[in-house]
């Protein structure tokens, strides 16, 4: 079963570098990687020449930027019956194509695999939505974030299975592109299931010390594909709706002023100013 990782970049390389070493230890060989460079000065040629002749890599150079659309254009590269998309940032513990693989081939039904996101520790999560707890999850409750998912696509809606270019780093919405995909696979009826036991590595960046302007640009793509789904008046995303736009930014900054943390009041506050102001800019 061959595995394809397409890999968007623009402007880092030295983190590519641990990236393209983690997959020289990979103890699962059947794969390949599909760079698709959006790099308009060369900037990771010297990087990614030392591995091209270790492992399958097709080092593509693109005139555009946009991560979705840079994934959608090695989507259309992959030669894999499993796809993911791999952050230009982590690094891949050595067992996880091969524990990914024994996966879809022991749950017959499985679509979507999520594993853990772990902060270069073995115990200590990293960003996105994660669990000690293995489990099957729906769109109700999404689990992991878009370097974390592999599909498997001979058991999804093949049709359903492309990035909205509307979303993501470069686009008009600048995040929220991985859980529009994984909500719009699993409304399709994809069956997926969430393992922490197999673990890449992530650096855990908080938003609230990388300042107000990131976490804002990154929660308006939240509320614009909550809004995206309410226009299709899908009634499972009134759960997002109550629970992003609501409850839990007030019940985080409720907590932030009881424990008189200002930089978390104001990333809690900054998440809901954004996906309410993505929520309300959507489809303008």
């Not at 091969?98 to 996101?117: M, Y």
């Not at 999804?156 to 991985?178: A, C, M, T, V």
Request: aromatic share 14%; charged share 25%.
């Amino acid at each position: 079963m061959k595995v394809s990782l397409v890999l968007a970049t623009l402007g880092r390389d030295t983190e590519l570098v641990d990236f393209l070493k983690s997959l020289l230890y990979q103890s699962y060989k059947n794969f390949e990687l599909i760079i698709i460079d959006q790099n308009q000065d060369g900037k990771i040629d010297a990087v990614v020449a030392p591995f091209m002749d270790c492992f399958d890599v097709k080092h593509v150079k693109v005139d555009f930027t946009g991560n979705a659309r840079a994934r959608d254009y090695g989507i259309g590269l992959a030669q894999g019956r499993i796809v993911a998309f791999p952050d230009d940032d982590c690094v891949y513990e050595k067992s996880v194509l091969r524990k990914v693989v024994a996966e879809f081939e022991c749950r017959k039904d499985l679509g979507i695999l999520v594993v853990g996101s772990y902060d270069f520790a073995s115990t200590r999560f990293s960003i996105g939505v994660n669990s000690r707890t293995p489990r099957y999850f729906s769109r109700l409750r999404m689990m992991g974030v878009e370097f974390t998912h592999f599909f498997d696509l001979k058991r999804i809606d093949r049709q359903q299975f492309h990035l909205d270019h509307d979303f993501g780093i470069g686009s008009k919405y600048s995040g929220g592109e991985g859980f529009e995909l994984l909500y719009r696979l699993l409304r399709a009826g994809a069956t997926a299931f969430y393992t922490p036991k197999i673990r890449i590595y992530h650096a855990d960046k908080d938003h609230y010390k990388l300042g107000t302007s990131r976490m804002l640009a990154y929660s308006t793509g939240i509320g614009a594909y909550i809004r995206k789904f309410a226009n299709q008046q899908d009634l499972f995303i009134l759960y997002y709706i109550l629970r992003k736009m609501f409850i839990a930014p007030v019940f985080k900054m409720m907590l932030a002023l009881l424990l008189l943390n200002p930089k978390k009041l104001s990333y809690s506050f900054y998440n809901l100013v954004g996906i309410w102001r993505g929520f309300l800019a959507y489809g303008r």
